[in-house]
């Protein structure tokens, strides 16, 4: 199946200071991008979808200005969680898939982030 | 709005048994459905993707199947084996076409004891 490969898989920061994920297709190009939150024994929660070239679709409650979304390329995409404060720590997952009908859908490694 | 439920939350079983893991969705208007494994602090492994066309799918031990009418899906797993732990997460699409959103189930926490 297609890669998607997420970095950096695991990252601490300070309250305050911002974090840059990225989310790659190694071997297939991604007009759409989806990022993900998932806490604790939880199901994953759709953040918003990143577009390349344009701007991203934030969900219902996602803030837009809190988790900067940018699609430069038709491989990466980058979340950056801005101000982070520690109920920010959650696990972050991207996807991606094939361009074609109902195709399947590939996710990264995921990213565990904590704010102390 | 599509919820998607799984049952059980958690299930333990001796190694060789065969299972079956349920996931029901409350809008059968899905295009596909996809089963997911989770292994802990990791991403997700796509095990296998069912068109709504479709009754099941076969991948090696496992085997999915498709009640569309129903909003049911099944995931068999034949001769369990400890390797076989994991949470297994169903999804479906909140519409058709390419790249689409995925709305997930809390999963199935399985453990297969040695």
């Known amino acids: 199946g297609a890669v998607v490969s997420q970095h950096p898989s695991r990252v601490i920061c300070k309250s305050g200071t911002s974090v840059k994920i990225e989310c790659r297709s190694l071997?297939?190009?991604?007009?759409?991008m989806f990022w993900y939150r998932q806490f604790p024994k939880q199901s994953l929660m759709l953040m918003a979808t990143?577009?390349?070239?344009?701007?991203?679709?934030?969900e219902q409650g996602v803030e837009k200005d809190k988790f900067l979304i940018n699609h430069a390329s038709l491989t990466l995409s980058t979340l950056t969680v801005t101000s982070a404060h520690p109920e920010d720590s959650s696990f972050y997952i991207c996807?991606?898939?094939?361009?074609?009908?109902?195709?399947?859908?590939?996710f990264g490694q995921g990213t565990r982030l904590t704010v102390v | 709005k599509q919820e998607v439920t799984q049952i059980p939350a958690a299930l333990s079983v001796p190694e060789g048994e065969n299972l079956v893991l349920n996931c029901s969705f409350t809008?059968?208007?899905?295009?596909?459905l996809q089963w997911f494994r989770q292994d802990p602090g990791k991403g997700l492994t796509s095990l296998l993707l069912?068109?709504?066309?479709?009754r099941e799918q076969t991948s090696g031990r496992l085997n999915a199947s498709l009640d569309k009418s129903s909003g049911r899906s099944t995931l068999y797993i034949a001769a369990s084996q400890p390797g076989d732990s994991a949470t297994y997460l169903c999804?479906?699409?909140?519409?058709?076409?390419?790249?689409?959103?995925?709305?997930f189930g809390k999963g199935t926490l399985l453990t297969v004891n040695p």
């Open positions: 996807s991606a898939s094939l361009i074609g009908v109902n195709t399947e859908a590939f």
């Open positions: 071997d297939f190009q991604a007009t759409t």
């Open positions: 990143s577009n390349e070239g344009s701007k991203a679709t934030y």
């Open positions: 809008d059968s208007a899905i295009y596909n």
């Open positions: 069912i068109q709504s066309s479709q």
């Open positions: 999804a479906v699409p909140n519409s058709g076409g390419s790249n689409y959103k995925l709305t």
